[in-house]
């Protein structure tokens, strides 16, 4: 009656033990299940889907790109609405049609006039009051014309054509249908914004297994969940559209956002303009005595506006990341006009001429840095990383300002930061899912809390 165990209870134990040492090692080798959840990153300008899958995020190709456009392009003779990448195209051939685009700056919104009036000039469609049953207000819709008839789409209508092309895209890849979603939104996002988001990936086919802040998403792309030195992180994220500041505390594996605050007005686009300007300007003192306006021929403006959008790109994305060029960087390019202002060749733009032009936009790119540091009553260097995201981030004059705010310390762009927000939604798809094992349990505070001073 020992207390001991018996030989044969030892090797009945040892044998066990072997025998799930052996089970573990097989479920290495095996190949993973194809995964069920994506991370999509629903943005204002540009939209991006990803996917974990056998130990690496993979962000999916579309139409050759990693990023698809937030866009739809309604051809004139009412025929089917083409959209993302194919949209730009088919807006950039064709004469006439509508494109239809910014629709995220609108969703969930109740329709209040004068801001409208303020959001939707410029734009080549109306913006007019439409009933939200769902959520029981008045919202912005976004009305145009097309083969005669009108034509009205909500904001929603639009994400979810443009989150159904992520879906095949995503399907295409992945080999099978995909069901669930992370979803990325804004921080400044209130509880109706988010929902009416959910519903245009609903909409497009999706179960939405959860909702993610943008810079949190982003925060995790870099790693800094897995990093147990990072406290706080302030997420400068700067698209086509909008710029977003967020400040971020991370302890015990829980993100919460301390501050966040934004310009509704900053992005890519308002770069685009000032050069689109200055050409419009050169060009047109060039052309011959009594050529009409460059603004009365859409097709040179067309050619202009996307000559616009390229010279920004070759005079800045070259810079790394403290927006430093290396000695064989362009310092200038050769503006390419068409053939019908060809008169008004040979013309360069340099660096000089495009900071010139940028100098009161990138004025405004600090400001709200300034203000998220006020808010919580903090200096730059408590900040432990200053990540980058948006392909604004790329801007040269951009990384300067900010490292030179921050100490001559580099921003750290290890991650594309066109993909680093679907690649964080990714990860979080991949940990809801048990496709990946991270050692902390990262999650965040207060998803749905609007923070005061971001507009939207």
Known sequence: MGGGMDSQSECFIFFGLIMVLLAAAVQQM?????????????????????????????????????????????????????VGEGARAAAAATLGGTLIYDAKRFIGKP??????????????????????????????????????????????DVGTLVVHNLKLAAEELIGRSVENAVLAVPVGFNRKQINATKQAAVNAGFNVLRTIHEPT?????????????????????????????SLLDLSNGIFTVMAAAGDNRLGGQDFNLVLLEHLVEVV????????????????????????????????????DCSGRFDSD???????????????????TVDRAVFERLAAPLLERALRPVHEVLKKVEMRQEDVDELVLVGGSSRMARIRQLLRDHFGDREPNCDVSPEEAVAHGTAIQAAILTDRKKISVGATEAALHTHLEGVER
């Open 30 to 82: 095996m190949p993973s299940p194809p995964a069920t959840c994506v991370g999509i990153d629903l943005g204002t300008t540009f939209s991006c889907v990803a996917v974990y899958d056998d130990g690496e995020i993979t962000v999916i190709n579309n139409r050759g790109k990693s990023i698809t456009p937030s866009v739809l392009f309604q051809p004139p003779d009412d025929g089917n609405l083409i």
């Open 111 to 156: 329709y209040v006039h004068e801001t409208v009036l303020r959001e939707a000039r410029g734009l080549p469609f109306e913006v007019v009051p439409g009933l939200s049953t769902v959520r029981d207000q008045l919202e912005p819709h976004l009305q145009f014309e097309a083969g005669g008839q009108r034509i009205r789409l909500s904001p929603e």
């Open 217 to 245: 998403a982003a925060a995790m792309a870099y790693g800094l969940h897995t990093r147990p030195q990072v406290n706080t992180v302030m997420v400068y994220d700067i698209g086509g559209g909008t710029l977003d500041v």
């Open 284 to 319: 047109g003192a060039r052309m011959p005595d009594g050529s009409p306006p460059l603004t009365s021929d859409p097709e040179a403006m067309r050619a202009l506006r996307e000559e616009a959008e390229r010279i920004k790109i070759e005079l800045n994305d070259e810079a």
């Open 329 to 347: 960087d362009p310092a200038e390019t050769e503006v390419r006009l068409p053939a019908s202002l060809a008169a008004a060749g040979p013309l």
